[in-house]
Nanobody
Framework: QVQLVESGGGLVQAGGSLRLSCAAS????????MGWFRQAPGKEREFVAS????????YYADSVKGRFTISRDNVKNTVYLQMNSLKPEDTAVYYC?????????????????WGQGTQVTVSS
């Protein structure tokens, strides 16, 4: 089992940037793909981005492509989500997730371990 702790959320104006971090512990971080999801009030949790074990493959939701970048540091056991050009519709709780496979994926069912989330609020 892996434990995931997100940080870096906050309040930012539209057009601004934030970098989320997710620190992992409990199993071999470098062996597994990671992902970021988000859930806005009254909406279902949705995929944002995922990254393969090595970091060589990434996958993004169309809504964030070109604005968000997922990366990982396998020495620090941390995955990041750099968010630029933020929009009010990006407001949500952002969750880090880990899956038991080295390959990228985009559905909730593909990820087995979840953090508790960090709030991102983008004001207009």
């Amino acid at each position: 089992q892996v434990q995931l702790v997100e940080s870096g959320g906050g309040l930012v104006q539209a057009g601004g940037s934030l970098r989320l971090s997710c620190a992992a512990s409990g199993r071999t971080f470098a062996a597994y793909a990671m992902g970021w999801f988000r859930q806005a009030p009254g909406k279902e949790r949705e995929f944002v981005a995922s990254i393969s074990r090595s970091g060589g493959s990434t996958y993004y939701a169309d809504s964030v492509k070109g604005r968000f970048t997922i990366s990982r540091d396998n020495v620090k056991n941390t995955v990041y989500l750099q968010m630029n050009s933020l929009k009010p519709e990006d407001t949500a709780v952002y969750y880090c997730a880990s899956r038991g496979s080295p390959v990228v994926a985009r559905t909730i069912a593909d990820f087995q371990s979840w953090g508790q989330g960090t709030q991102v609020t983008v004001s207009s």
